[in-house]
């Protein structure tokens, strides 16, 4: 796999960076507000996510894609191939709209582009050798992030 970094400690990177850049902006409530959604949404997602796999007792290490033993296509993964890092996009948004900061989009767009490259992508090509047209008709169907 092309990454080398496991995508918690991505996300943990741009967390901190979003929560500790200055904000131009300020706190409002109502940010904060959908900031908590977001929160909300992104532990859905986990818990959703983490019970799929439980169910059919695959893997969830990011970094050995090769132990899946079955395709997740069910729950979340109707409707986002990768509900996981969907999630933690979820929460650098909530950290943002908390912050009041609109920089912090740049690291969600930063840490979408490299997770996508770095870690979805070669899942991918993993998950199609492993599973051949079973994922690519899932892939056909849904979306690999929203």
């Known amino acids: ?29 109502l940010l904060q507000l959908l900031a ?3 929160i909300l949404a992104g532990l859905y997602l986990d818990l959703a996510s983490l ?8 893997t969830i290490n990011p ?6 033993r079955t395709l997740a296509t069910t ?3 109707r409707f986002s191939r990768n509900p996981m890092y969907l999630s933690l996009a979820c929460y650098l948004l909530a950290i943002s709209l908390w912050q009041a900061n ?5 690291f969600i767009w930063g840490f979408v582009a490299y997770i996508t490259h ?10 199609q050798a492993k599973f051949g047209q079973a994922y690519l ?6 979306r690999r992030w929203l």
């Open 36 to 38: 908590a959604l977001l």
């Open 63 to 68: 970094l050995k894609p090769n132990n899946t």
């Open 118 to 127: 770095f870690q979805i992508l070669p899942e991918e090509r993993i998950l």
């Open 1 to 29: 796999m092309e990454l080398k970094l496991p995508p918690p400690l991505i996300f943990i990177l741009c967390a901190i960076t979003i929560y500790c850049l200055p904000s131009p902006c300020p706190t409002l409530l």
């Open 51 to 58: 019970w799929a796999f439980w169910q059919q007792k695959t």
């Open 102 to 106: 609109p920089f912090g989009i740049l």
């Open 75 to 77: 729950g979340v993964y």
């Open 137 to 142: 008709d899932y892939q056909a169907h849904v």
